[in-house]
């Protein structure tokens, strides 16, 4: 449900812009995402509450971030990003002003943390919070974007219900084989990562959060090694 009110939300909010054809101006666009990132703040707090192993918290943050790195996820999606816009960049043409939008719009509102860690979060647990509180930023980001780029914005609503509706599945169909304690652990992790989410929005650092993707599936492998240990 999470997935389907996030791509209904964009729907909504693009149509709006695409009926103004202006955006709000950039001072009211920056307070209202700082907003935003202190309610994000709030909600990781309490997915950081759900988990009661320090240990598995740390370790999962510390291996995750290595691998993360080492893979360079964060830079190969900022190139495949690039790719993409160069291929299908306009070039004054309107013929590729629809594929132009959808692919900005696509890249912005599917690739982050909210996205994974929301859809995994309601496949796991039936809890969509995450997915609501991403709507509503989605929402703002959509009108903006559907003012300036025009209708190829509305076309990520389908990337959207697509991307985040098959993790939300294949976690639905992981949860029997994970357990209370494990779920509990996944989304602490997450929970650190959305208060990472929010500095990054608040601009007081600028870490690169799709290198610590892989944390949040680390306790599906450490809870299970330290029961043995």
Do not use: W
């Given at each position: 449900?999470?997935?389907?009110?996030?791509?209904?939300?964009?729907?909504?909010?693009?149509?709006?812009?695409?009926?103004?054809?202006?955006?709000?101006?950039?001072?009211?666009?920056?307070?209202?995402?700082?907003?935003?990132?202190?309610?994000?703040?709030?909600?990781?707090?309490?997915?950081?509450?759900?988990?009661?192993?320090?240990?598995?918290?740390?370790?999962?943050?510390?291996?995750?971030?290595?691998?993360?790195?080492?893979?360079?996820?964060d830079l190969r999606i900022a190139?495949?990003?690039?790719?993409?816009?160069?291929?299908?960049?306009?070039?004054?043409?309107?013929?590729?002003?629809?594929?132009?939008?959808?692919?900005?719009?696509?890249?912005?509102?599917?690739?982050g943390a909210m996205s994974i860690?929301?859809?995994?979060?309601?496949?796991?647990?039936?809890?969509?919070?995450?997915?609501?509180?991403?709507?509503?930023?989605?929402?703002?980001?959509?009108?903006?974007?559907?003012?300036?780029?025009?209708?190829?914005?509305?076309?990520?609503?389908?990337?959207?219900?697509?991307?985040?509706?098959?993790?939300?599945?294949?976690?639905?169909?992981?949860?029997?084989?994970?357990?209370?304690?494990?779920?509990?652990?996944?989304?602490?992790?997450?929970?650190?990562?959305?208060?990472?989410?929010?500095?990054?929005?608040?601009?007081?650092?600028?870490?690169?959060?799709?290198?610590?993707?892989?944390?949040?599936?680390?306790?599906?492998?450490?809870?299970?090694?330290?029961?043995?240990?």
């Open positions: 449900m999470g997935t389907i009110i996030n791509a209904l939300t964009i729907l909504i909010s693009g149509l709006i812009g695409l009926a103004v054809h202006k955006g709000l101006s950039q001072r009211f666009i920056d307070t209202i995402m700082k907003a935003i990132a202190l309610a994000v703040f709030g909600i990781a707090l309490q997915q950081v509450a759900r988990d009661t192993n320090p240990m598995v918290l740390i370790l999962s943050l510390v291996l995750g971030s290595i691998i993360g790195e080492a893979c360079q996820i190139q495949f990003a690039g790719y993409v816009q160069a291929k299908f960049a306009s070039h004054g043409q309107n013929e590729h002003n629809i594929a132009e939008g959808f692919i900005s719009a696509t890249m912005l509102l599917c690739i860690i929301g859809s995994i979060q309601s496949g796991l647990s039936g809890d969509n919070s995450m997915l609501y509180t991403k709507s509503i930023i989605d929402a703002i980001s959509t009108f903006i974007l559907a003012a300036s780029q025009g209708p190829g914005v509305l076309l990520a609503a389908g990337s959207v219900l697509i991307y985040q509706g098959t993790l939300t599945i294949a976690a639905h169909f992981l949860s029997p084989f994970l357990g209370p304690t494990i779920i509990a652990s996944m989304s602490s992790v997450g929970g650190i990562l959305l208060i990472a989410l929010s500095l990054n929005i608040l601009e007081v650092t600028k870490l690169k959060l799709m290198n610590f993707i892989p944390a949040i599936f680390m306790p599906i492998l450490l809870m299970p090694l330290l029961a043995l240990l």
